[in-house]
């Protein structure tokens, strides 16, 4: 019996590409369960204050921003920076009127009229030490940039 070899060509060649696809999605699950991004918004220097009526929230803030502020009084935004809200509010200010924007923009493309209020959330997380006038002048400049729902972040004492 005489067999022929046979020349594979790359027409014959097919690659199946199936495994591949299905480790990629499996690979993609897993890092959406493991993941937690939120945590990336905490800031370890910032100690919440204690508080009995302090409760878990049924729903999650809308488009949330968070501003971080330690004891010292030093508010921590996004992108690593930082600033005095009494002596350097217009960092602050700036910060907030490009987040206060980018609301605008998002909710224009949803079909919402910005003109009744931004939708997004400032999330204050204050240390327990913060002084008070500092969170009330952030809270003065987001109402002037134009936002008006505000959360403020404590732990429940034990």
Same mark, same amino acid.
């Given at each position: 019996?005489?067999?022929?070899?046979?020349? *594979?060509?790359? #027409?014959? =060649? /097919? $690659?199946?590409?199936?495994?591949?696809?299905?480790?990629?999605?499996?690979?993609?699950?897993?890092?959406?369960?493991?993941?937690?991004?939120?945590?990336?918004? +905490?800031?370890?220097?910032?100690?919440?204050? +204690?508080?009995?009526? =302090?409760?878990?929230?049924?729903? *999650?803030?809308?488009?949330?921003?968070?501003?971080?502020? *330690?004891?010292? !009084?030093? %508010?921590?935004? $996004? !992108? !690593? #920076?930082?600033?005095?809200?009494?002596?350097?509010?217009?960092?602050?200010?700036?910060?907030? @009127?490009? #987040?206060?924007? +980018? =609301?605008?923009?998002?909710?224009? %493309? @949803?079909? %919402?009229?910005?003109? @009744?209020? +931004?939708?997004?959330?400032?999330?204050?997380?204050?240390?327990?030490? @913060?002084?008070?006038?500092? /969170?009330? &002048? /952030?809270?003065?400049?987001?109402?002037?940039? !134009?936002?008006? &729902?505000?959360?403020?972040?404590?732990?429940? *004492?034990?």
């Amino acid at each position: 019996m005489k067999l022929r070899k046979s020349h *594979s060509t790359s #027409e014959d =060649a /097919v $690659l199946d590409m199936t495994p591949m696809i299905d480790m990629t999605f499996q690979l993609i699950a897993f890092f959406m369960f493991t993941l937690n991004f939120s945590n990336d918004l +905490l800031d370890e220097r910032v100690r919440l204050p +204690l508080a009995d009526s =302090a409760t878990p929230t049924t729903q *999650s803030p809308q488009s949330p921003i968070y501003i971080n502020m *330690s004891r010292d !009084g030093m %508010v921590y935004l $996004l !992108g !690593g #920076e930082s600033a005095d809200p009494q002596a350097d509010a217009s960092t602050i200010r700036r910060h907030l @009127a490009v #987040e206060a924007q +980018l =609301a605008k923009v998002n909710m224009k %493309v @949803a079909g %919402v009229d910005p003109t @009744a209020g +931004l939708w997004t959330t400032i999330v204050i997380r204050a240390d327990d030490n @913060a002084p008070y006038g500092s /969170v009330q &002048k /952030v809270i003065q400049i987001a109402q002037q940039t !134009g936002f008006t &729902k505000f959360w403020l972040r404590a732990t429940k *004492s034990q």
